[in-house]
């Protein structure tokens, strides 16, 4: 097995772990965005969201929750960023599944902010009309030949 978070969860390579149970682990990342930040990874060889059962991201979920806590009280900060890649243009680099836990501080000089994209109302009215997947919702709005932000203006 050439993966190295496997190779991570079995001892193989050194790590530094802060936390182990039967299905996850948490270490330290080795090149950190803030110190304390944290990959939480679920020992069976997963490699994406898509690949992991419900179940087992429940339980990586939770531990996600657990670390995050510690981190909040052992590092005084209650300002958090979690984050998952899925696939290289999302920015995945290792191919086993893994939730980055990043404290954050005043003056980190992080920048997570989501990019914005400008769309219209009739892409927001296809994109809307594809993506419902609850049956009971009422048709989306039909669309305007305005953007809300013209609109605003
Ligand atoms: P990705 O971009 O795939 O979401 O993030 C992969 C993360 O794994 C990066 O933040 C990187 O620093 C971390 N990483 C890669 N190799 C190792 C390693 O051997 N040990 C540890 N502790 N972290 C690693
Ligand atoms: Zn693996």
């Avoid at 190295?4 to 950190?32: G, H, M, Q």
């Avoid at 979920?61 to 899925?86: D, F, G, H, S, Y």
């Avoid at 696939?87 to 599944?97: M, S």
Wanted: charged share 30%.
């Amino acid at each position: 097995m050439e993966c190295i978070f496997c190779k991570i969860v079995d001892n193989t390579l050194p790590s530094r772990k802060i936390y182990e149970d039967d299905d996850n682990v948490a270490i330290l990342d080795i090149n950190p965005a803030s110190p304390g930040h944290v990959l939480v990874i679920p020992k069976k060889h997963k490699m994406d969201i898509f690949d992991i059962e419900g179940l087992d991201l429940r339980r990586t979920i939770e531990v996600v929750k657990l670390i995050a806590e510690k981190l909040k009280k052992e590092l005084n900060t209650p300002n958090m960023n979690i984050i998952q890649n899925n696939g290289r243009i999302a920015g995945q680099i290792v191919d086993h599944l893994h939730i980055h836990v990043v404290p954050r501080f005043p003056n980190d000089n992080i920048d997570f902010r989501i990019p914005r994209y400008e769309m219209g109302q009739d892409q927001f009215y296809e994109i809307q009309k594809k993506l419902n997947i609850n049956s009971k919702l009422p048709d989306p709005p039909t669309p305007s030949p305005k953007t809300e932000t013209e609109e605003k203006k």
